[in-house]
């Protein structure tokens, strides 16, 4: 009889704390997506871009997400708008918008892109940006971002300014785009552009 009663005991306990993680993890997915509607007038609804020049964030990874909104709200990334923004958001909220962003699909953009400039570009990546931005910049498990099939000026105008001083690249990248330049020519960044922006 005890061992019946403890036994019923530790399931209601068991269960009550199941509940208990349901509910919470609910509130936090909640609190997400209500946070994420502030998000939706530029980066599209579930993050899904409208263009042209603002990428989507569906389907990015939790940490891409949150370094950037760290990185936009103490300043060390530049932006126009996105500093002023980050800086009303806590940890915590940045952490539900990167669970609620997370799990969205990833939508790649239909825009036009000259094949010629896509071959030569999707040479490029294979050479010197496939270890950083693996399965052509569409894994998410690179914590890097999407690449492939953002919009194309989004595209050019972050080349611009990796390229003008304007945001510091990291190390291995900076290497990297060193190096394409001295050997493909500065013609390298438009067909990447290019291949990036093809679907």
């Not at 208990?20 to 899904?48: D, F, K, P």
């Not at 999707?122 to 569409?138: M, V």
Request: aromatic share 8%.
């Amino acid at each position: 009889m005890k061992k019946t009663t403890l036994q019923g005991l530790l399931g209601v306990v068991a269960v009550s704390g199941l509940l208990m993680a349901t509910s919470a993890q609910a509130e936090i997915t909640a609190r997400g997506a209500m946070l994420a509607n502030t998000c939706v007038g530029c980066h599209g609804t579930n993050g899904v871009s409208t263009g042209p020049a603002i990428p989507t964030i569906a389907g990015i990874s939790k940490a891409y997400f949150s370094d950037n909104m760290k990185s936009y709200r103490d300043g060390s990334r530049p932006s126009t708008v996105m500093g002023r923004l980050a800086k009303a958001y806590t940890d915590e909220d940045i952490a539900a918008m990167a669970d609620y962003f997370s799990a969205m699909k990833y939508v790649p953009q239909a825009q036009s892109a000259k094949a010629d400039l896509v071959a030569k570009g999707q040479k490029i990546h294979t050479k010197y940006c496939e270890k950083c931005h693996s399965d052509n910049g569409t894994n998410p498990a690179d914590d890097s971002g999407y690449l492939k099939g953002q919009w194309k000026a989004y595209l050019q105008y972050n080349m611009h300014d990796f390229t003008n001083g304007v945001r510091e690249a990291p190390e291995k990248m900076a290497k990297k785009l060193k190096e394409m330049e001295a050997a493909e020519g500065k013609d390298a960044y438009a067909a990447l552009v290019e291949f990036y922006a093809s679907k």
